[in-house]
C-alpha cells in the first residue's frame, strides 16, 4: 500500500489564506572574475526580497532537465538590473501566510536552512537573464520593471570537448574534466559488463564530481573540482559545509519498493522507502537494481552533455530519469534531487515473470487533494494512447543480427490484444535496448520479461484519464513523479507550476497548475484493473457515489425514462468483469 499525504484546506469549509512569497538571492561579490586580483569566490549579502515582485513562477516537469523560475520586480530603492547578474543563485519559498514568510526571513539572515518541509521551499535556481524593462503606465508615468528569469540544475547543460592538444595541457589540470581525459578514463577503466544503475552512479561521480578524490579506485583520479558554489548557498539548505554543487545534490537509483503506510512514518521516510545511504553520502539506493546490463566501450563524448551521457546509459526502455526538489531520504527537508529508477507503472494485477523487480503504480507515494482545494480540472481519455501489440527486442546474442531477432520472436517477446486489434486495427508500440547482456557467462536474454512488464504499462493507455488540474497554491513540497489522489483516482504527476501574483487592486493569488496521466481508479485491487471512469453511466448513480466518497459534486442529479435504457442506465449485454468493482454496482431508491 502506499504511503499518502493530505493536502486540506485550512478550514472545514474553505482554504482562505494571505499567500507570500520570498526570494533569496545569492550573489557572486565579483561579476567579472577573468584577469582580476579579486577572490573571485567571494559573495555578498544574501539579498532577500518580499514586496518588489508582481508575479513569482516555478515550473517543474519530468520531461525537462531544467526546472524554470521567473519574475517580476518593481523598481523602488533597489536597482535590480545592477544587483543582480546572470550565474547569481536565488532561493524560491512560497507559502499561505505572511507570517510564515516573515519566519522565512528571520531565517535567512540568521544563516539558517530555509528548505524544511513547512518552509513552502520551491526550488534552487542560478539566474540566466536578468532584464530592465522600461514601462509606461496609462496616465504617461514611466518606470522600470526587472524581469529575472533562471534554471535549475544548470551543471546537467556542461558540454564536453574532446581535443588531444588540449588533453595533454591540461591532463593534469581540473579543467581537464571537458577535454579527452575523461573519455580516456571512461575506456580504459570500465570495459567490462556493467548494470546500468552502477554505471549511472559512476558517472554521476566522474561528470558532475566529487569535492574532494574519491577512494573509488574507478574515479580515484578524476574527481572533479568544478561547480564551486556560495557557502551560503550550503547553509540556507543546512549543509553548513558545502563548497561544490555535488554537496548539495541528491542522487537516487534503482526500483522503487512499496511505500509505507504507518501514520508514524516521517515524511522523508513516506516519500523515500527503505532509500539507504551509500558510503558517498548524498547518493541513495532502494536495494533493488536497475534493469539492464551493457559491455562499455569507448564512446565519443564530443559537444555531448552530461545530462545526455547520464541518459545514453540508462536504458530508458525500462527505466526513467529526472529532476525535483523532493524531500530528502535523510532529513525532513527538501532538496535538488536526480532520480534514475524504473518506470513505475505496473499494475497490482500483473502477473510477475521469473520474480521480476517493479514497482507497482497505485504503491508509489502519493498526495491526496481536498476538493475544496481544486478550482478547475479538465481530465480526458485519449485515443492516441491506444496499444493493443507491444514488441520488445534487447541486444541479439548470436553475431547475425536478423537471427537474434528470429530467436527472440520464436521466444514470443511479443504481447498482443486479439480483440482490441480485431476492433481498431493494429495499434502497435515496438522497440529495442541495447542493456541486455549476459552476466558472468550467462545467456539470459529478457526480451520477454521486458516485453510483459513495458505492455502492462501501455495496453488500455486510452482508457487512462490525463489532464489539468488547477488549485488552490499548494505550499507543500508536492513533486513530479510522485501520485497524486483525487475524486477516488490516483494519478501520475508529470509537472507542476506554482504562480504568486499581484493584482491591479493589491490583492494577491497563488494557485498551483498541475499535469496528471495515468489515472487509475483507487477500487483495482490485485486481481482486477479498474481505469477512470468505467462505471456509472447515469448521473443519479454517479452523484451517490459522489455525495459517499468525495461531495465534489452539487446533490442535483437527472434521471430520465428514456427508450433502450433501464433505471436511466444503458443495457449492457456483456458484463465487463475486469471493471467491476465489489460492492459498489448501482444503487437504485426503494421506488425502483
Known amino acids: 500500500m502506499a504511503y499518502v499525504k ?64 521567473s519574475a517580476t520586480l518593481v523598481g523602488g530603492d533597489i536597482n535590480y538590473s545592477t544587483a543582480l547578474a546572470p550565474g547569481d543563485f536565488v532561493f524560491v519559498n512560497m507559502v499561505d501566510w505572511e507570517a510564515d514568510a516573515d519566519r522565512i526571513v528571520e531565517k535567512v539572515y540568521a544563516g539558517k536552512a530555509i528548505n524544511g518541509v513547512h518552509d513552502g521551499f520551491k526550488g534552487l535556481f542560478k539566474i540566466q537573464t536578468p532584464t530592465r524593462n522600461l514601462v509606461t503606465s496609462p496616465d504617461g508615468h514611466k518606470s522600470y520593471h526587472y524581469e529575472v528569469n533562471g534554471i535549475a540544475f544548470s551543471e546537467l547543460d556542461t558540454t564536453f570537448l574532446f581535443n588531444p592538444a588540449l588533453a595533454d595541457a591540461f591532463k593534469d589540470d581540473a579543467i581537464g574534466l571537458f577535454m579527452s581525459l575523461v573519455g580516456s578514463y571512461y575506456g580504459d577503466n570500465l570495459k567490462t559488463e556493467t548494470n546500468v544503475e552502477a554505471l549511472i552512479v559512476d558517472l554521476y561521480e566522474i561528470l558532475l564530481g566529487k569535492h574532494y578524490r574519491s577512494s573509488n579506485v574507478k574515479i580515484r583520479n578524476y574527481g572533479n573540482l568544478q561547480y564551486k558554489i556560495p557557502s551560503d548557498v550550503g547553509k540556507l539548505l543546512g549543509i553548513t559545509d558545502a563548497k561544490y554543487i555535488n554537496q548539495i545534490y541528491n542522487l537516487i537509483t534503482g526500483v522503487w519498493p512499496n511505500s509505507n503506510t504507518s501514520i508514524n512514518t516521517t515524511e522523508s521516510k513516506g516519500f523515500n522507502p527503505n532509500f539507504t545511504s551509500t558510503t558517498s553520502g548524498n547518493i541513495f539506493k532502494t536495494g533493488t537494481t536497475l534493469e539492464g546490463n551493457r559491455q562499455l566501450a569507448p564512446e565519443n563524448w564530443n559537444y ?198 499581484v493584482m491591479r487592486d493589491g490583492k494577491k493569488a497563488f494557485n ?54 433501464t433505471n436511466g442506465e444503458e443495457v449492457s449485454n456483456t458484463k465487463e468483469k475486469s471493471f467491476l468493482i465489489p460492492n459498489r454496482q448501482r444503487i437504485v431508491d426503494d421506488e425502483e
Open 304 to 501: 555531448k552533455t552530461v545530462w545526455g551521457i547520464l541518459q545514453d546509459n540508462l536504458n530508458v526502455v525500462m527505466n526513467e530519469m529526472y529532476v525535483s526538489f523532493r524531500v530528502a531520504p535523510n532529513k525532513e527537508s527538501v532538496m535538488p534531487t536526480i532520480i534514475a529508477r524504473q518506470k513505475p507503472f505496473t499494475n497490482l494485477n500483473f502477473k510477475v515473470p521469473s520474480n521480476f523487480p517493479y514497482t507497482a503504480f497505485l504503491n508509489l507515494p502519493r498526495w491526496k487533494l481536498h476538493p475544496d482545494m481544486l478550482k478547475s480540472a479538465k481530465l480526458y481519455k485519449n485515443e492516441a494512447l491506444r496499444y493493443n501489440f507491444v514488441q520488445i527486442y534487447t541486444r541479439g546474442l548470436p553475431e547475425n543480427a536478423e537471427q537474434g531477432m528470429a530467436q527472440q520472436i520464436a521466444l514470443k517477446n511479443f504481447v498482443q490484444d486479439t480483440e482490441d486489434i480485431q476492433r481498431h486495427g493494429m495499434k502497435p508500440y515496438i522497440t529495442s535496448s541495447n542493456f541486455d547482456f549476459p552476466i558472468n557467462g550467462i545467456e539470459k536474454n529478457k526480451s520477454v520479461e521486458w516485453t510483459q512488464i513495458v505492455a502492462d504499462w501501455m495496453i488500455n493507455g486510452h482508457l487512462k484519464e490525463s489532464g489539468t488540474m488547477t488549485c488552490v497554491g499548494i505550499a507543500e513540497n508536492i513533486a513530479v513523479g510522485d501520485n497524486i489522489e483525487f475524486d477516488n483516482v490516483v494519478y501520475h504527476i508529470e509537472s507542476i507550476s506554482h504562480q504568486f501574483q
Open 6 to 69: 493530505g493536502i486540506n484546506p485550512n478550514t472545514k469549509d474553505s482554504h482562505q489564506t494571505s499567500p507570500a512569497y520570498v526570494l533569496t538571492f545569492v550573489r557572486w561579490d565579483v561579476r567579472d572574475s577573468h584577469n582580476t586580483d579579486f577572490d573571485a569566490f567571494a559573495t555578498r549579502k544574501p539579498m532577500v526580497v518580499y514586496n518588489d515582485a508582481v508575479n513569482v513562477s516555478v515550473a517543474f516537469s519530468k520531461s525537462s532537465k531544467n526546472p524554470t523560475f
Open 512 to 565: 498551483t497548475m498541475i499535469n496528471v496521466s495515468y489515472g487509475i481508479d483507487l477500487r483495482s485491487n490485485s486481481t482486477q484493473l479498474v481505469p477512470t471512469e468505467m462505471q456509472f453511466t447515469d448521473r443519479f448513480t454517479r452523484g451517490v457515489d459522489d455525495y459517499k466518497y468525495n461531495k465534489l459534486l452539487p446533490g442535483i442529479s437527472d434521471s430520465q425514462d428514456i427508450k433502450g435504457r
